[in-house]
T-cell receptor
Framework: ETGVTQSPTHLIKTRGQQVTLRCSSQ?????VSWYQQALGQGPQFIFQ???????GRGNFPPRFSGLQFPNYSSELNVNALELDDSALYLCASSSREGWGDTQYFGPGTRLTVL | AQRVTQPEKLLSVFKGAPVELKCNYS??????LFWYVQYSRQRLQLLLRHISRESIKGFTADLNKGETSFHLKKPFAQEEDSAMYYCALSGPNNNDMRFGAGTRLTVKP
């Protein structure tokens, strides 16, 4: 069984640029959730994708967007980067068995915006 | 509004002592409650969840709907329990997970 993987591990961008982060789900999982974790804070929910459709969204502006592919891997895109976007971005996959299905987290991508 | 509050950023106990990590929540409805743990240099992982009522690594958590709390407890802490602990909740569709800010537990020898 392959775990959740994310790429790249680290990324440095400048204000105003765009970035794409990638996530491969754990084998057999059809749901991917994305989180932003600022230093010293818990993860904050960005959005979730289920079978290639956005299935829920947290309090993030539209410049945060995503995609899920037929193989259930996913991308997080952030446009017009701001300094406050500097954070660890986590993805988590699950099998959407129902209420309380377990999310399995990737190692994260550390984004620094200068 | 949905919110998870972990009032202690840091908690330090001696090996063998009881430990309790506090979690309070606000949610309009019946949420599912979780505890996640992150050991040093490892990824975030599920420790336990309310719905399964399991005891994992000696930890238990009881949901108190009256006090809207889901405190994590262990009667005898071990050094390997040192980690970052996050309390989290989600709604019935499990598409809106909310995490607390976390408590760093240190178990001293």
């Amino acid at each position: 069984e392959t775990g959740v993987t994310q790429s790249p591990t680290h990324l440095i961008k400048t204000r105003g640029q765009q970035v794409t982060l990638r996530c491969s789900s754990q084998s057999g999982h059809n749901t991917v959730s994305w989180y932003q974790q600022a230093l010293g804070q818990g993860p904050q929910f960005i959005f979730q994708y289920y079978r290639e459709e956005e299935n829920g969204r947290g309090n993030f502006p539209p410049r945060f967007s995503g995609l899920q592919f037929p193989n259930y891997s996913s991308e997080l895109n952030v446009n017009a980067l701001e300094l406050d976007d500097s954070a660890l971005y986590l993805c988590a996959s699950s099998s959407r068995e129902g209420w309380g299905d377990t999310q399995y987290f990737g190692p994260g991508t550390r984004l620094t915006v200068l | 509004a949905q919110r998870v509050t972990q009032p202690e950023k840091l908690l330090s106990v001696f090996k063998g002592a009881p430990v309790e990590l506090k979690c309070n929540y606000s949610y309009s409805g019946s949420p599912e409650l979780f505890w996640y743990v992150q050991y040093s240099r490892q990824r975030l992982q599920l420790l336990l969840r309310h719905i399964s009522r399991e005891s994992i690594k000696g930890f238990t958590a009881d949901l108190n709907k009256g006090e809207t709390s889901f405190h994590l407890k262990k009667p005898f802490a071990q050094e390997e329990d040192s980690a970052m602990y996050y309390c989290a909740l989600s709604g019935p569709n499990n598409n809106d997970m909310r995490f607390g800010a976390g408590t760093r537990l240190t178990v001293k020898p």
